[in-house]
């Protein structure tokens, strides 16, 4: 398994939720992910603390891989890519 360095990752789309309470981080990501390529990753940034556990709950039930996260100042950054 090839571990990846998500500080130099470069996201197909970039969505920005921070200040949004849960769930909105995760319906804007369920949207977003139709606007990247299988393959390509989707970036969501989100102050709501929960989003670090949802976003992979949805990532695994719905076929998608999560990659992993990184604590940024007052947010998160987490990150899938599209696996269909």
Wanted: glycine share 8%; proline share 6%.
């Amino acid at each position: 398994m090839t571990t990846i360095d998500l500080t130099t990752l470069k996201a197909a789309a970039v969505v920005d939720c921070r200040g949004s309470a849960c769930p909105g981080p995760l319906m804007e990501a369920k949207k977003a992910i139709a606007q990247v390529k299988v393959g390509e990753v989707l970036e969501v940034l989100s102050s709501d603390p929960g989003t670090k556990e949802d976003i992979p709950l949805w990532a695994k039930k719905v076929g998608h891989e999560f990659i992993g996260s990184l604590p940024a100042a007052g947010y998160d950054r987490i990150f899938v890519t599209r696996k269909k």
